[in-house]
């Protein structure tokens, strides 16, 4: 019963997504056209990582608000490693990637070891690790990278952004961990009742340490991908991309409370913010109306499958 | 039905021994306490390293300056203790600063001026309330949601430009009533009524209770829902008030949102000793949070620290807060 639901809300949110495509064709000619649907599937990339994490981390009854602020610190990283310390970009990327990774652990063992909620910690996280960006950048871009590091950001393989690739290999990866293996059923047993998941024997505590951590892992992947695909780094880079994921996630069927979501949904929740975004400035809506839009959305969503809920368990 | 319980008070600790004064005093307010200690230690400090720290402009700096934003975290404390949270006060405030400020302009009374941001803020974070007490929507992700609304839409429609030629009645933030400016008597006056509101009325208690413990609460009579409503529109109100200090201190308005607002109130409030979890916690200690981060961010200038590493230092405070919040409670238990 509960995967029948599960499959309404998805397949629902499938045929609006099919709906909102067609009218934005028609709307204007430039946008069902091979070329921008693959640089909308580039400029989704990053949001689509941290989302796929999101995912996890809401499914278990959490949230992630450092998202933003750890990709803004890896942007930094990246070009503070690369030019002041003098390494080759390869390994600063690396470092910069392994920092934001333990800029995660760091969120879970908060959570964990001291039972800190996850919406406190991370908004305590945001404005340190935004605040370590910025200090450690006094405001100044690092430009200038070499020519191959744009592949990441601005390249293609097989016809196909390269960021594409990645994001749909995490994407398929992600799903298949969630729905089959033991570790991803835990993550829907912590969400469902925590309680009862710790007194059956699951390792609450280090699934939530792993899932935290792999949430700082792909915010760090996502802002070397950023900074490959704008060419510089900022410290304010990733502001605010932690809503984007959020709604993406709550969009896609996940409760908000835990103990339900697909990876599925959340990726046709991510196209349909970015069909919604392209299409409407396509149209002439500017970036503002659409912030608008995005927000009433994600009220709307939650509206709505509350009421199905409710009227279904009745 | 209105709910007059007689509940306990929120430190139960010192109720049950009768200890001495300070002790007493400790148990209800340490964390005020250790607040009020860090200002003066950083005080001290800073003036022995730069002496003009004391001077009378830099404390109106301090003081004035920052207190639309304590104003802000008196209402952001009532929500934080009765369980939510509200991430789209900043927005909500630049949206307020930006009617007051075209009314203004406009050429209406300036009473009008002021009394529209308070009105409109009731009102937007009335429907809040609703979607949270009744629609049973998470308050984070209501908040979310209100705070794209009003960022996008504040920047449609004003395009980002700036409110000029502000009526010289409208400012009030400079203006000083027997000798003390405006925003402080405002700050000082809002804190103490607030303060007494909380802590003696049968509403303020009801809060706690809310906080503490949702269905015990509802158990025991307290119409919920409503009250959670009704804490939403309380906390509007303090939005429209911060606005209009916000809106008067400068010649100037600019029409965007205050960037990162909601995250300073929010970490007053909990650094000020609202306890995360909801159920505890007083508007004194986010008033006194709100001075910490002001000394904090002018001492960092007069120690001649980067001004780019205050929200760095700020996180860590929350972060070392949160957690001995956290361990404190535990010891208890």
Redesign the interface.
């Known amino acids: 019963m509960n995967w029948k639901s599960l499959l309404r809300h998805e397949t629902f949110l499938a045929l609006l997504l099919v709906a909102v495509l067609i009218v934005l064709s028609f709307q204007s000619d430039r946008f069902f056209t091979v070329s921008n649907l693959l640089n909308q599937g580039r400029l989704m990339t990053e949001i689509g990582l941290i989302a796929i994490a999101m995912t996890f981390v809401i499914a278990t009854g959490g949230i992630d608000l450092s998202v933003g602020s750890i990709l803004g610190l890896t942007a930094i990283l990246t070009g503070v490693f690369w030019q002041k310390l003098g390494l080759p970009l390869p390994a600063a990327a690396a470092g910069a990637i392994a920092v934001g990774t333990f800029a995660g652990f760091a969120n879970g063992a908060i959570i964990t070891r001291f039972s800190v909620p996850p919406l406190i910690a991370t908004l305590a996280t945001l404005a340190l690790y935004r605040g370590l960006a910025e200090g450690i950048s006094q405001a100044r871009s690092v430009r200038g990278y070499p020519d191959w590091f744009y592949v990441l950001g601005q390249g293609e393989v097989l016809g196909v952004p390269t960021q594409l690739w990645i994001l749909a290999a995490a994407a398929i990866i992600a799903s298949i961990i969630l729905a089959y293996t033991r570790w991803g059923r835990t993550v829907y047993a912590i969400g469902s009742n925590e309680v009862a998941s710790r007194f059956s024997g699951l390792s609450v505590e280090k699934t939530k340490l792993a899932l935290y951590t792999a949430s700082g892992f792909a915010a760090a992947l996502a802002g070397v991908i950023f900074v490959s695909r704008v060419s510089t780094t900022r410290s304010d880079m990733g502001t605010g991309i932690e809503l984007d994921a959020i709604t993406a996630v709550v969009l896609g069927g996940t409760s908000i409370f835990g103990g339900r979501g697909t990876i599925a949904g959340t990726m046709i929740g991510l196209c349909l913010i970015q069909a919604l975004k392209n299409g409407l400035s396509l149209a002439g809506v500017k970036g503002d109306g659409t912030i608008m839009l995005i927000g009433a959305v994600l009220i709307l969503a939650i509206l709505a499958s509350n009421l199905f809920e409710r009227s279904g368990t009745r | 039905m209105s709910a007059v319980v007689d509940l306990p008070p929120t430190r139960p600790a010192s109720a049950a021994q009768r200890p001495g004064f300070l002790r007493r005093l400790f148990a209800d307010y340490g964390q005020e306490l250790v607040v009020l200690a860090a200002i003066i230690a950083l005080f001290v400090v800073v003036t022995m390293v730069n002496p003009r720290f004391i001077s009378a402009n830099n404390l109106t700096t301090i003081f004035s300056g920052n207190a639309y934003i304590a104003v802000a975290a008196i209402g952001m404390t009532m929500v934080i203790v009765t369980g939510h949270?509200d991430v789209s006060v900043g927005a909500l405030i630049g949206v307020l600063a930006t009617i007051s400020g075209t009314l203004a302009v406009a050429g209406y009374p300036v009473w009008i001026a002021w009394l529209a941001p308070v009105l409109v803020g009731m009102t937007i974070n009335a429907c809040i309330g609703a979607?949270v007490a009744y629609?049973?929507?998470?308050s984070?992700?209501?908040t979310?949601?209100?705070?794209?609304?009003?960022?996008?839409?504040?920047?449609?429609v004003t395009g980002g430009t700036w409110i000029t030629n502000l009526p010289p009645d409208f400012l009030i933030a400079q203006k000083s009533v027997l000798g003390l400016p405006v925003p402080l008597v405002f700050m000082v006056v809002l804190t103490v009524l607030a303060a007494l509101w909380m802590r003696y009325s049968a509403f303020g208690r009801s809060l706690y209770a809310i906080g503490g413990n949702a269905e015990a609460a509802l158990a025991t009579g307290i119409p919920v829902e409503r009250r959670t409503v009704a804490v939403f529109v309380i906390h509007g109100a303090f939005a429209g008030l911060a606005t209009i200090l916000f809106a008067t201190q400068l010649q100037v308005i600019q029409s965007t949102v205050p960037p990162?607002l909601e995250?300073t109130v929010?970490?007053a409030a909990?650094i000020g000793g609202v306890s995360?979890?909801g159920g505890s916690g007083t508007v004194i200690g986010s008033t006194l949070a709100t001075i910490l981060f002001a000394t904090i961010g002018s001492a960092l200038i007069f120690v001649n620290v980067?001004a780019?590493?205050?929200?760095?230092?700020?996180?860590?405070l929350?972060?070392a807060t949160?957690?001995a919040d956290?361990?404190r409670r535990?010891g208890r238990i």
């Open positions: 949270i979607l629609a049973r929507i998470p984070i992700v209501v979310l949601g209100a705070l794209s609304i009003m960022r996008g839409g504040l920047i449609s990162n995250l929010i970490t909990v995360i979890l980067s780019y590493w205050l929200r760095a230092v700020i996180g860590l929350i972060l949160v957690l956290m361990l535990r």
